[in-house]
């Protein structure tokens, strides 16, 4: 079974910078879609951005052009570049793999992370 682990969150000021990164242990990592989702408190959890195997990008409206998904496969880690935070961009973020279904849903993704805290502050 594959485990994911994220890193790299934290506190930081509105405008500031932080790259999250997921590390995967399976071994299709080469050939996973990628995904990553955040939940605020008493919100649903939204998409935020997701990469296939051959690097397609996608974003939801709120994020694009601020972050960033990418991908190191020879490390088995996708990245979240997040620029110019803003406090609504406070939120557990969550990667996963992509099994089938849309991008953008969160039913289409069935390997979670266990989640992590990014707080922008005023």
């Known amino acids: 079974q594959v485990e994911l682990v994220e890193s790299g969150g934290g506190l930081v000021q509105a405008g500031g910078s932080l790259r999250l990164s997921c590390a995967a242990s399976?071994?299709?990592?080469?050939?996973?879609?990628m995904g990553w989702f955040r939940q605020a408190p008493g919100k649903e959890r939204e998409f935020v951005a997701a990469?296939?195997?051959?690097?397609?990008?996608n974003y939801a409206g709120s994020v694009k052009g601020r972050f960033t998904i990418s991908r190191d496969n020879a490390k088995n880690t996708v990245y979240l570049q997040m620029n110019s935070l803003k406090p609504e961009d406070t939120a557990v973020y969550y990667c996963?793999?992509?099994?089938?279904?849309?991008?953008?849903?969160?039913?289409?993704?069935?390997?979670w992370g266990q989640g992590i805290q990014v707080t922008v502050s005023s």
């Open positions: 996963a793999i992509r099994g089938q279904g849309p991008y953008y849903s969160s039913g289409s993704y069935n390997s």
């Open positions: 990469i296939t195997w051959t690097r397609v990008t």
């Open positions: 399976g071994r299709t990592f080469s050939t996973d879609n």
